[in-house]
């Protein structure tokens, strides 16, 4: 059978195509943007979406795609958090762009070494050591009081202009708004080009049956310690956006409380569907944002019974839910 | 006898006290189609998996074209042509039957490790996972995803993904294991199919199924090998008769 014949093959053509822009690709960016100019008076917590949606990305690539099961992902983001903070606060290094290569040099090498080290375990043990990996960080950050500041942290992170011409305004954080959204931006093209690619196919095939990767020849530890690197150093990223924002950094960039929310985020999202990423920090932080308000002491009761809906109806999280949705509406099935 | 393509020299494995393997002398020729049968718990399956570094032995030699690959790890000896197809199927549960066989085909063309082109646009490899689902005539489920086939053609999924590897050899641990009755003709006609320069070991009780693609059998027994020869000798062989075929139900009229 021929070339031509068998790119005619709907399949084929499916698989071909499915790293091309989807229509709807765009709306989250347009989305951003208008929330920019609509709603001046709320770029706060956009900021702190977007680091969000930054940090649940590079959750969702070694727990969505290659299936590492991780609690301590707060560790790249603490660290990321940390080297761009006390650099900065030390007065030794505050251009912010640099800060970021810095950053996730950092979280990518400790990822590298955690990683060769916590992924030769799975299942409980691996949760566990990533759990245990992130609390002995935040005791060396609550313990090293000199450069870190302690239990109280780092009051202080001073960051140059972007480029050396726009400043940071404490007041309305528009600077911080448009630089984080430009960095989410990069960081989304390097995760959608690392999972479309045939590492990323080959990450979902540990996922899916790590025994038979191993019995295809698959050098999976190789893989998986490559993809846990590649996504501390994002989470690094993240971290160091989150710093340079708040213009401080504290214990809670290492927290469990912070592990846990992203992991909420993304299985809330749909883990393993990039998107998910946006969708659930998005309807999380939204949501405990604005729940706070109108019921201050009992707002975590909403969110609660929320998960629980989304753990017992919609296993693939909101994403998930939608697919089925449509796939139901067409009358046939939809990919994940 | 050929030069033989996979060697097993004085092959033994033990778990403690239980000896699994003992003294197991095999040879598998170039394009060989050898049938491996026994009584369950014989150490068939463990014996697959000495030969593909699974397992290590406890003494004795592994050889792939003559050469020691003993000491050879699983993944290793993957990349050198031995590729395996399991008794419980090990698929990619998820995923669709295309990308089942494209993430062996990237592996075996070196594709897999990149990072930076799209999947979809390495033509080469779904070129060559196209090519191998339409030989055992899987392309119309190619976007299917697995847990949507029968069961019958899950389990040649479970093959695609050996051929998948280009292999030398071809260890088939009981194919048609599971396979409803009705549907295990496709099993048998894929493996008429096989590309003739493969070496192939099939496992299997069907013995149907043995005697019709075999062209050497072994019999195993207690981690043993009991008896070999050709499937008439195998089927005229009284104590064989005795031990294995006597209590198999069906499989006697070969004889």
Known sequence: MS????????????????????WWEPLPWIVAIGFFFLFPRHLGIGTEILVTILFALSLDLVLGYAGIVTLGHAAFFGLGAYAVGMLAHHGIWSEPLSGLVIAAVVAGIFGLVSGLILLRTTGLTLLMLTLCMMLLLEEAANLGQTWTGGYDGLPTVPIDPILGRFAFNPLIPDVQYIYILCVLFVGFIVVRTIVYSPFGESLTGI?????????????????LVICYTISGAIAGVAGALWAQSN?????????????????????????????????????????????????????????????????????????????????????????? | MTASLLEARNVGKTFGALIAAADINFRLGKGARHALIGPNGAGKTTFINLLTGVL??????????????????????????????FQINRLFRGLSVLENVYIPVAEQLGA???????????????????????????????????????????????IAIALGLAPKVLLLDEPAAGVPSAESHIILDAIARLPKEIGVLIIEHDMDLVFRFAERITVLVGGRIFAEGTPKEIAANPDVRAVYLGQATHGSHHG
């Open chain 1, 3 to 22: 070339a031509t014949d068998i790119s005619m093959s709907p399949a084929v053509r499916d698989f071909a195509h499915r790293h091309r822009l989807r």
């Open chain 2, 112 to 158: 897999a490790p990149s990072m930076f082109k799209p999947a979809g646009m390495r033509k080469d490899v779904i070129e060559a996972a196209m090519a191998l689902l339409e030989m055992l005539k899987l392309q119309d489920d190619a976007g299917h995803r697995i847990s949507e086939l029968p069961y019958g053609r899950q389990r040649l999924v479970e």
């Open chain 1, 247 to 336: 213009a401080y950094v504290n214990m809670s960039t290492f927290s469990l409380d912070r592990a846990a929310t992203v992991l909420i985020i993304i299985v809330l999202g749909g883990y393993g569907r990039l998107y998910g990423a946006f969708i659930g920090a998005v309807a999380y932080m939204a949501l405990s944002h604005y729940l706070a308000k109108i019921y201050p002491t009992a707002w975590q009761l909403g969110l609660g019974i929320l998960l629980v809906c989304i753990a017992m109806f919609a296993r693939n999280g909101i994403l998930g839910m939608f697919d089925s949705l449509v796939a139901r509406l067409r009358g046939k099935r939809v990919g994940p």
């Open chain 1, 207 to 223: 996922r899916e049956n790590t025994l038979r990767m191993h019995a295809v020849g698959a050098p999976v530890r190789k893989r």
């Open chain 2, 56 to 85: 290590t032995p406890t003494s004795g030699q592994v050889l792939l074209n003559g050469e020691d690959i003993t000491a050879v790890a699983q993944a290793e000896r993957v990349k050198r042509g031995i590729a395996r197809t």
